[in-house]
């Protein structure tokens, strides 16, 4: 009998299991395991131990277990009778799949019942050395990873023959139908719910390839097959376009209608604005009007005050003054009167009209008093000629009893107003 020392397998990643084709090793023999692998001793298709990566020596005192797996061989030779799988532990990546046949499903946005197709990848790695050798291996000689999905014409799972086919194909179907219509997705829109959908075929899958030491670490739905002939889908797809365009109408009205409100707001504002400047303007313009004039009025009065400081007289002598040129424009004369005039005895006439006239411009009594007092001496400020008359009466010089002024030519007192005696 042949006897061999060294224990391994280096072959092709497509192989998910390899069994060594030989069954009798010698004492002390080696086993090397790469990383990437995990050997199984098996015996009466019982797993007596496994050896993951890593260099072994087979010896009884270093793995007691194999003691029942010593039997003598020819020669004295000890020898181990065992069957060793090598179990390769590497993912298996972008492994196809699609449906060999049309979905049919219930579109809940529409209520119509249409067909469509799918299709992706996945990939594949052993989970459990130990399951995937008594569940799917047996007593062949190995595992393909052809013979888990399958190989057909398009390199997937469409037209294969893989032992779990059935199941995914089984798994897309069902479960692609379940969540468009537990998810209430518009078949339309289908393709931006491609991450929930593959996340969903995964765990589903996943529960049933973990009882033959399988696992999908990733699946992938990246295609939704539609069917554009179908006139159930024609109009699907139609009422999902005006449906869209309302919408897009409805929002587009909505959006002038707000442009309008806020335009309308502003508008309201601004003309507020303006009116508010305005008015501030206006005000501002009428109070500079009022400042300027009051202005030049205490500046006329300012420099008639000092007019009349530099000639030497008061504002009660020039008030007199413009008295006696109102009574002389009337017809007033020095005498008791005439039939060409009144007399400058009736002064006290005029005296009336004026403290009516104070009255109306706030003139006091006591500023209406002097001017009446000193009407007398109207005559003398225009050389004693009275209208009608050719010369003035001769009046002897007198004293006021009132005031004490002396020396007084003419009737009336020209400090106080006091008429002298006839």
């Known amino acids: 009998m042949e006897l061999i020392s060294v224990i391994k397998y280096e072959g ?54 194999l003691k029942d797996l010593i039997k003598l061989g020819t020669g004295g030779e000890n020898i181990f009778h065992a069957e060793v799988y090598f179990i390769n532990m590497v993912t298996q990546m972008g492994i196809k799949w699609g449906t060999d046949s049309k979905v049919r499903l219930f579109d809940p946005a529409s209520g119509l019942h249409i067909e469509i197709g799918a299709s992706g990848s996945f990939n594949l790695k052993v989970s459990d050395s130990g399951k995937l050798i008594l569940k799917l291996v047996g007593t062949n000689d190995g595992l393909l990873g052809s013979d888990i999905v399958g190989s057909g014409d398009d390199g997937g799972l469409s037209y294969g023959t893989g032992k779990f086919r059935a ?28 991450g ?14 973990d009882e033959y030491g399988l696992y999908m670490p990733e699946f992938y739905v990246t295609s939704i097959t539609l069917p554009d002939d179908d006139p159930n889908f024609i109009r699907l797809r139609q009422q999902f376009a005006d449906k869209t365009l309302k919408v897009r109408d409805e929002e587009i009205k909505k959006a002038e209608a707000e442009a309008a409100r806020e335009r309308k707001v502003f508008e309201a ?19 500079i009007k009022a400042q300027a004039e009051a202005d030049a009025y205490k500046m006329q009065a300012e420099a008639e005050a000092v007019e009349m400081k530099m000639k030497g007289y008061t504002y009660q002598q020039e008030t007199a ?36 006239m104070g009255g109306v411009i706030n003139m006091t009594k006591d500023a209406l008093n002097p001017i009446m007092g000193t009407s007398a001496q109207v005559g003398q400020g225009f050389g004693d000629v009275i209208v009608g008359q050719t010369s003035s009466p001769v009046v002897s010089a007198w004293n006021c009893p009132n005031c004490g002024k002396t020396g007084i030519t003419s009737k009336f007192c020209p400090d106080c107003g006091t008429r002298g005696a006839e």
Do not use: W
């Open 12 to 65: 092709s990643n497509e192989v998910l299991a390899h069994k060594h084709p030989k069954e009798d090793f010698n004492f002390g023999s080696q086993l090397i395991v790469h990383e990437t692998q995990e050997a199984l001793f098996f015996r009466d298709g019982r797993v007596y131990n496994i050896f993951r990566s890593g260099r072994y020596t087979l010896e009884t005192m270093n793995f007691p277990i």
């Open 321 to 356: 003054r413009e008295v006696g040129l109102e009574a002389m424009k009337n017809g007033i004369t020095g005498g008791s009167g005439s039939a060409g005039g009144a007399g400058i005895g009736d002064i006290a006439g005029l005296g009336v009209t004026l403290g009516a």
């Open 269 to 287: 504002q601004t003309n507020a604005q303006l009116q508010m400047v305005g008015a501030q303007g206006e005000a501002e313009a009428l109070r």
């Open 167 to 194: 199941l995914v194909m089984n798994k897309v179907k069902s479960d692609i139908a379940r969540f468009i219509k537990e998810q209430n997705i518009n078949i339309l829109e289908i393709d931006s719910y491609l």
């Open 196 to 209: 929930g959908l593959s996340e969903a075929l995964r765990v589903d899958i996943n529960e049933t390839l």
